[in-house]
């Protein structure tokens, strides 16, 4: 049997399952709660003390979760009840686990599902939850979790960006799910979370050589399937371009959302990868990336960053 891993905040306790769920023991899968049944508070808060940290369900069942992930989002959205550190968390756990299918099982179409219902689901809490946005954005990753933090803070920024500038309904879908999933590449890397910690400058030549094949990995993982938008695989291409010809493909001719989910890339790797505060990245990318891209669509990204405090 195979079986499909989950992020625990995404069981939402007094939500009727509508599939079985497993936890994972000394390499054994053991049936933890039935369909038809439900979480207790206290059992979720008792798994967090445990460190369980993940739920399993056979692959199977998917289809039902995938219902099932789609109403956790609008739930957490929309109750009145759930704080904002919880809202932060369901959404943050919801794209963790959409995120973390895509690198388990790239090829298949349910993770993708998953990923542009997170992708919706993060757009509408960037239009109606301000407060979680910034909730989000300030929390920082557990060191093995980095990469899905930052595809997540690229997918926040860049999609807010793409509203302020005022791009299509679908070009903002495009970009929020793209952002998802574009270095998708990189846990295909050995040592990918090394790698992605150092700054361009420190790497060694063959250092640069496998960081840069992490594009074209994740574009030979979507691409040539008909349920993935070519404009998707085209954004996650040029992803670490640059208007000056400095990025590993060497373009110079940027598209509007090529743009923006560059900069939103360069801005957020200074610190999710490099750890700096918000404002040393604003500083340092007000100076080192004038040039790379549009002076007027780095100040609106300056400002649009500022405000998230
Ligand atoms: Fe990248
Ligand atoms: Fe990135």
């Known amino acids: 049997m195979n079986y499909t891993p989950l992020r625990i905040a995404t069981i939402r306790p007094e939500k009727t399952l509508t599939f079985d769920l497993f936890v994972l023991f000394k390499d054994q899968y053991l049936k933890y709660a ?14 967090r003390v445990q460190k369980i940290a993940r739920f399993f369900i056979l692959s199977s069942d998917e289809e039902a979760y995938l219902k099932f992930f789609s109403e956790i989002m609008n739930e957490a959205m929309n109750c009145a009840k759930t704080g904002l550190d919880d809202k932060a968390t369901i959404i943050s756990e919801s794209v963790g686990t959409a995120v973390d299918l895509m690198r388990e099982d790239p090829g298949s179409k349910n993770s993708y599902r998953l990923t542009q219902q997170a992708a919706h689901g993060l757009r509408a809490m960037i239009n109606s939850n301000p407060e979680a946005l910034k909730a989000i954005f300030g929390k920082v990753a557990p060191t093995d979790d980095i990469i899905v933090k930052h595809s997540m803070n690229v997918a926040m920024l860049s999609t807010k960006m793409a509203e302020l500038v005022k791009c299509s309904e679908a070009e903002i879908d495009n970009i929020a799910t793209a952002a998802l999933i574009h270095d998708i590449g990189m846990f295909q890397l050995p040592g ?68 923006i989910l560059s900069m939103a890339d360069c801005f957020d790797k200074k610190i999710t990868a490099n750890k700096m505060t918000k404002n040393e990245a604003i500083k340092e990318f007000m100076l080192d ?9 780095m100040n609106a990204f300056k400002k649009m960053v500022r405000a998230l405090d």
């Open 34 to 47: 039935e369909r038809g049944k439900f979480l207790q508070h206290e059992q979720v808060a008792k798994l």
């Open 192 to 259: 990918s979370g090394a790698l992605f910690s150092k700054k361009q400058t420190q790497l060694s030549p063959q250092e640069k050589v496998v960081y840069k094949s992490h594009i074209e990995k994740a574009v030979k993982l979507l691409e040539g399937k008909n349920y993935i938008n070519p404009a998707i695989i085209n954004l996650i291409m040029h992803h670490e371009e640059k208007l000056s010809g400095n990025g590993p493909l060497g373009f110079r001719k940027l598209g509007k959302l090529e743009e």
């Open 289 to 297: 990336e004038l040039g790379n891209y549009g002076l007027e669509l």
